[in-house]
Structure formats: structure tokens, C-alpha cells
């Protein structure tokens, strides 16, 4: 109990990183996302090799070359900066494969009638295809959501304070490692049961 | 002696080696209804398709009052056998949309206009449901009103029943020849034969990608018929024969 009232405050606030971080990449990741996939589905190089980097390199090592390729060529970025601007990019790979997934749900026929109603491309994509297959995308885009919020606890190698490194620095000075990482654990898995419920209160398929 | 609304010159689509559409010609006048019948595969949907933009042409070319049309212009509008109205969207939604987006009408002013386009068509009361509470001859009514919002000068139907049973059939035919009698310059693609002969100011028999003939429904269907669109219509009538006995 002694254990848990001296680490709160720290971990209350490690808490709130992972989770405002986390948001700040799957959003990145969306934003990005939705362009990649329909340039994907155009069959433009640059965004399949994107795809490919993103999905095909350990997180681990992304971030690391983040953090110190990118000073090497002239950018310097925070490490706060780099570490969501990574975590973002690499979802956006992998939410750009989920976006795609969705896209093909969606009846070529809507597509044409906006078509010949004078919609513009980037309204048919804003008013029909994401609404059309955001149902169907849900469930994967929140998956990925988890993950993300599980690989953000890479971040901690270059230096952010969130909650593994919270975590670490707490078992460090306490000299108890088991109920550190055991919390740290819990409030891991709290933030994505409340994801989980998200994804499934409002699957239509079931009683709300 | 007024100029054609619509102008087919000469239009080819090939695909690979296979020609799809080989130099149709056709002119139209307004307040024409074309009603557009040959066997499947005649390329009856792809010259549709191809007046509509949707279908790339090989060659020739489409004009409507003397200019060559794009996808989205607004010069034509189809309604499709599949209806291909969008699922989200309410049917007034449905209408409403491009109303706001492409004519950029205020929401008030297009939700209005959707009601009384739904009105035209019969739906008056149901512009709150969605498609998948509407029944197919509903959701053809809708695809059609949201095609007439935008006021199109050329209205295309692919098969607009195709995809109903019977019953269904008749409340969309119904609002096909309600536009036709107030002057909508029309192409109809249908297997009705008895409706087509109706509505029709001129019928086009396409086979092969070839129109074989194109007169008003009482040559066609009568003694003027050529020999390959007797044989054609020959097939038809042997299989509503049992209708005619009754």
C-alpha cells in the first residue's frame, strides 16, 4: 500500500503521456493513413515502399534512427517530437492497410452515381467511401490503437517519460522491481480494456 | 427542324481485342424517349455507360447540346439497375448531397428541393429512412430522384428494373413515364418489351455492338422489323406466351 501511495503521483502522470502520446500517433496515423491508402490503391511507388519500410523495420530500430540518424543529416527534432512523429508514421502503414481493407467494401456503383453527380474525388472519399466503410473498419482501427498504445512503451529508449520509463525509474529507486512492473502492467491493460469496451459498445452487431 | 439534345457520333469502345461498340450513331431530339432494347451482351449497358462518361471510348465522340460531356458535368444523369444509393445516408440525404456539395445549395434550400424531388417520384413521407428500410422499388424511386434534383438536360436508365421482382416493377415504371409524358429526354435500357414499346418515341436494336435498327416502336415491333430483330422479339414473345393465352 506504502508501495502504491509513494509511486502514484509519478505514474499518474506516465499514464497520462502514454495515453496523450498514443492519441497523438493513431491520430498522425489516421490523417496519413487515409492518403496512403488511397494512394496505395492508385499503385504510387513511393507510398508502397512507405509501406513497406514502415511495416518491414522494428519499431525499436525506426526510432532509433529517428533519434539519431535524423540530427546526423541536419534535422533536429525534440525527442518528444521524433518519438510521436515515428510511432505516427508507422501506424499510418498499418492503418493505411486496414483503410484500404475497408475501401473495398465499398460498392463500386456508390462511387460511379457520385461520380456523375459532379462530387469531387476528395468529397466522394470524405462523404461516401470513410463513412460507408467506417463500420467495417472500426473494429481494426482500434486493434491498431491497442498495439499502439502497447509500442509506445518503445518510446522510453530515447529518453520520454511515459509510463515504462516511469516504471523502470520507479523499480530503480525503490529496489522493487515486481510491484513497479506490475503496475505499470495493470494501467497498460486498463487504458486498452477501455478501448476494447469502446470497440464493442458500439458494434451494431450486438445490444447496446 | 430544332437541333439534336444528344449527339452519339461514330462512338467505338474496344476492350483488348473485343469491340464492345462499333460506330453508333444516334441523334436525339429533346423530349425524345429512346428506348434501347437487343440481346445481352449487345453493348445496350456500355453505350449507356459510355454516354454517361463512365466507360472509356475508343473513338467518336458524345455531345450534349454541342459539348463534348464529362463525368459530373451535370449534362446527363443515370439511374442504375443496382440503384447504388448510399447506405449512410437517409434517402432526402441521398438527394440532398450533391445538391449541397456540387451545386452548393444551403442545407435548408437542398433538403427542400430533395423533398420535392422525393415527392415527384411517390415518396413524399419517406425521406427519413435509409435504403435498407426502403423496398427495391422504393430504392429506385429515391436513385431516381436524386438523379432528377440535379436536373440533368439527358436522363439515363440501365435496366432500372432489372434488379426488382414484378410487383415492384410497376411503381418505377410508372415514374419513367410520368417523366417521359412531362418532356424528359430519356434513353431507357430494359427487357420490358411492352413497356418499352409504349414509352418509346424511337426504339434502337442493338446486336453486336451494331445498331441493326432504330424506329418508332410501331415499325419496330411491327412489320418493318428487320429479319435479326424479328427473331429476336420472336424469342420474347415465345416466352410470355402463356400471358397471351390466358
Same mark, same amino acid.
Given at each position: 500500500m506504502d508501495f502504491i501511495i509513494e509511486a502514484l503521483p509519478s505514474m499518474l502522470w506516465a499514464t497520462v503521456a502514454t495515453i496523450w502520446i498514443s492519441a497523438a500517433a493513431v491520430l498522425i496515423g489516421f490523417v496519413i493513413g487515409v492518403p496512403l491508402a488511397v494512394a496505395c490503391d492508385g499503385g504510387r511507388g513511393w507510398a508502397l515502399v512507405y509501406v513497406s519500410f514502415f511495416r518491414g523495420v522494428p519499431l525499436l530500430i525506426q526510432l532509433l534512427l529517428a533519434y539519431y540518424a535524423l540530427p546526423f543529416i541536419?534535422?533536429?527534432?525534440p525527442p518528444l517530437v521524433a518519438a510521436i512523429g515515428t510511432l505516427g508514421l508507422c501506424c499510418a502503414a498499418y492503418m493505411a492497410e486496414i483503410i484500404r481493407g475497408g475501401f473495398a467494401l465499398v460498392p463500386k456503383g456508390g462511387l460511379e452515381a457520385a461520380r456523375l453527380l459532379g462530387l469531387t474525388p476528395l468529397q466522394t472519399l470524405l462523404r461516401i467511401r470513410l463513412p460507408i466503410s467506417a463500420q467495417a473498419m472500426r473494429p481494426a482501427l482500434i486493434s491498431e490503437a491497442i498495439l499502439i498504445v502497447k509500442a509506445s512503451s518503445l518510446i522510453s529508449v530515447v529518453g520520454i517519460l511515459e509510463l515504462t520509463r516511469s516504471a523502470q525509474a520507479l523499480a530503480s529507486s525503490t529496489f522493487e522491481p515486481l510491484p513497479a512492473y506490475a503496475l505499470c502492467g495493470a494501467i497498460y491493460l486498463l487504458i486498452n480494456l477501455a478501448l476494447m469496451l469502446v470497440a464493442r459498445g458500439r458494434d451494431p452487431g450486438r445490444a447496446a | 427542324m430544332s437541333a439534336p439534345i444528344l449527339s452519339v457520333r461514330a462512338l467505338e469502345r474496344r476492350v483488348g481485342d473485343v469491340e464492345i461498340l462499333r460506330r453508333i450513331d444516334l441523334d436525339v431530339m429533346p423530349g425524345e424517349a429512346i428506348g434501347v432494347i437487343g440481346p445481352s451482351g449487345s453493348g445496350k449497358s456500355s453505350l449507356l455507360r459510355c454516354i454517361a462518361g463512365l466507360d472509356e471510348v475508343s473513338g467518336g465522340a458524345v455531345m450534349v447540346e454541342g459539348r463534348q460531356t464529362r463525368p459530373g458535368d451535370g449534362a446527363v444523369g443515370m439511374v442504375f439497375q443496382q440503384f447504388n444509393l448510399w447506405p449512410h445516408l437517409t434517402a432526402r440525404e441521398n438527394v440532398a448531397l450533391a445538391l449541397k456539395l456540387v451545386r452548393r445549395m444551403p442545407a435548408a434550400d437542398a433538403a427542400a428541393k430533395a423533398d420535392a424531388a422525393l415527392a415527384r417520384v411517390g415518396l413524399g413521407a419517406l425521406g427519413g429512412r435509409k435504403p435498407a428500410a426502403l423496398s427495391g422499388g422504393q430504392q429506385q424511386r429515391v436513385a431516381i430522384a436524386r438523379t432528377l434534383a440535379m436536373e440533368p438536360r439527358v436522363l439515363l436508365f440501365d435496366e432500372?428494373? !432489372? !434488379?426488382?421482382d414484378p410487383e415492384l416493377t410497376t411503381e418505377v415504371l410508372d415514374v419513367i413515364r410520368d417523366l417521359a409524358a412531362a418532356g424528359t429526354t430519356m434513353l431507357v435500357v430494359s427487357h420490358e418489351m411492352g413497356f418499352i414499346a409504349r414509352l418509346s418515341t424511337r426504339v434502337v436494336f442493338l446486336d453486336h455492338g451494331v445498331v441493326v435498327q432504330a424506329a418508332p416502336p410501331a415499325a419496330l415491333f411491327g412489320a418493318q422489323a428487320e429479319p435479326r430483330v424479328r427473331s429476336f422479339l420472336q424469342t420474347y414473345l415465345d416466352r410470355v406466351a402463356w400471358a397471351r393465352d390466358a
Open positions: 541536419g534535422i533536429d527534432l | 432500372p428494373t !432489372a !434488379a426488382l
